[in-house]
């Protein structure tokens, strides 16, 4: 069982870069969601999506795009990266969107240091 | 503005010991409070989880207690385990959300 995968695991990346974290689920679950990690500051949410082709912004959007094409697939774009984006990054899905009583599971993390 | 405070932000205990961890909440439209669990290096797991309608569950050595006036829950660890240590989360939703919110964490180090 997979699950959710994410990649990749670690990244540098210099200021004013770009990069996309992959991140793929093999439950078929229509909601997904891109949580980033701070030391000491729990998760917050960037970006959500209820289903292929539909995505709403969470707490935390600005400096992020997502796109949602396939059921599987939800990668989160980091657009002229700045060291504010240093972080951990989690992408999660449930089985239905209201977290209420639905088990969201969460992918291994993507660590991310913007130099 | 953090939606749920978390308390400790670091706890250690002795095997064999319990191990509490408390939350508080404003928001009284949230209607579901899981527990998260990390391990260094993984993600999040969800531990236990809790609705405003009951005071307590449990489930072997883990256990929530909710007071719904007071808006606070609590995570009761029993018989604490040095494979407990781990870093907890405490998460709150309302029915019609799609985020969790989630306290800051507490760190725990359960010593043998």
């Known amino acids: 069982n997979a699950g959710v995968t994410q990649t990749p695991k670690f990244r540098i990346l210099k200021i004013g870069q770009s990069m996309t974290l992959q991140c793929t689920q093999d439950?078929?679950?229509?909601?997904m969601y891109w949580y980033r990690q701070d030391p000491g500051m729990g998760l917050k949410l960037i970006y959500y999506?209820?289903?292929?082709?539909?995505?709403d912004k969470g707490e935390v959007p600005n400096g992020y795009n997502v796109s949602r094409s396939t059921t599987e697939d939800f990668p989160l774009r980091l657009e002229l990266a700045a060291p504010s984006q240093t972080s951990v990054y989690f992408c999660a899905s449930s089985y239905s969107g209201s977290p209420s009583g639905n088990t969201i599971y969460f992918g291994e993390g993507s660590w991310l240091t913007v130099v | 503005q953090q939606q749920v405070k978390q308390s400790p932000q670091s706890l250690i205990v002795q095997k064999g010991g319990i191990s509490i961890i408390n939350c508080a909440y404003e928001n009284t439209a949230f209607d579901y409070f899981p527990w998260y669990q990390q391990f260094p290096g993984k993600g999040p797991a969800l531990l236990i989880a809790?609705?405003?309608?009951?005071s307590e569950k449990k489930e072997g050595r883990f256990t929530i207690s909710f007071n719904k006036s007071a808006k606070q829950f609590s995570l009761h660890i029993m018989d604490s385990q040095p494979g407990d240590s781990a870093t907890y989360f405490c998460?709150?939703?309302?029915?019609?959300?799609?985020?969790?919110?989630f306290g800051k964490g507490t760190s725990l180090l359960v010593t043998p």
């Open positions: 809790i609705r405003p309608d009951v």
């Open positions: 998460a709150a939703v309302g029915y019609s959300g799609y985020a969790l919110n």
């Open positions: 999506s209820v289903g292929a082709g539909i995505t």
């Open positions: 439950m078929n679950h229509n909601y």
